[in-house]
């Protein structure tokens, strides 16, 4: 891994700070430098600076049923820590932070979590700091323990430019379980999406493996995304071909 960034700064913060990267659908969710951006007409144009964005989405009225996958429209940051939320990734919509004991991966909000938490409250502790308590396991939180192995134990990143933590790793646990409490911080994104923007949605039906919703961008404005132009049209009653599956 490299050692600084291109400007030749080391990659991760004095003060700590690490920020919640995920790895592609189905990958580790990590700890992570701060990821490299690239200046233009709107925030990210990178693949780290997107997979580093969590949208705070409202869970729904069900939200705690892991079967649950529509949003309440909720403005109101406060209410929607203390109701339920979801942590969704910016560039893969439908997706969301799911974690358990074993480790903490992107997974589809559709379907069922395994027993991972996918729906959280944020808890605010005496002196100020944010917690995120799972919402079908009370009492435990999203948690960093050590990386067993250092960054051996650590899988390597989709991004370019994106550099782990080999010291820590995320889990979900207990206060007493051994793992500590991740304090977290809500800040501005590293990306934003441009004005246009569309979710491509699969219908409920859709094959297994081809559940996953698709971000949709006008090509222009891709900056230094990886992306393709290519799409499968399938026929409803025909199983997919081989080269449409992931």
């Known amino acids: ?13 004095p003060l700590g700070e690490l920020h919640v990267m995920h790895n592609g659908t ?42 649950a996958s529509v949003y309440e429209a909720e403005t109101d940051e406060q209410a929607v820590l203390e ?6 990734a910016l560039d893969a919509p439908g997706e969301v932070l799911a ?5 903490v991966r992107l997974a589809p909000l559709r379907g069922r979590a395994g027993g991972a938490s996918r729906v959280w409250h944020g808890r605010r502790q005496a002196d100020g700091r944010l917690r995120l308590e799972s919402a079908s396991t009370a009492g435990s939180f999203l948690a960093v323990e050590p990386l067993a192995g250092g960054c051996r134990g650590q899988p390597p990143l989709l991004h370019r430019g994106a550099v ?18 991740l304090d977290v911080s809500l ?53 997919p071909p081989e080269y449409c599956l992931p």
Not at 83 to 88: A, M, Q, S, V
Not at 99 to 103: H, L, R, T, Y
Not at 164 to 177: E, I, M, V
């Open 164 to 181: 782990p933590s080999c010291a820590w790793r995320l889990t979900l646990a207990s206060a007493t379980a051994g793992a500590t409490p």
């Open 26 to 67: 189905g990958g580790a969710v990590v700890l992570a430098a701060r990821p490299p951006t690239v200046p233009g007409r709107r925030r990210g144009g990178t693949d780290a600076a997107m997979a580093a964005t969590w949208r705070l989405r409202p869970a729904a009225g069900a939200a705690l049923d892991e079967q």
């Open 187 to 239: 800040a501005p994104p590293h990306a934003e999406l441009p004005a246009v923007a569309y979710w491509a949605v699969p219908p409920a039906d859709a094959p297994l493996g081809l559940e996953r919703s698709r971000l949709m961008l006008p090509l222009n404005e891709i900056v230094d995304e990886h992306y393709s132009v290519y799409w499968c049209r399938l026929a409803p009653d025909q199983p």
């Open 83 to 88: 109701r339920g939320f979801f942590l969704e």
């Open 99 to 103: 974690a358990s004991s074993s480790g």
């Open 1 to 13: 891994l490299p050692g600084c960034t291109a400007e030749g700064m080391p990659p991760f913060s």
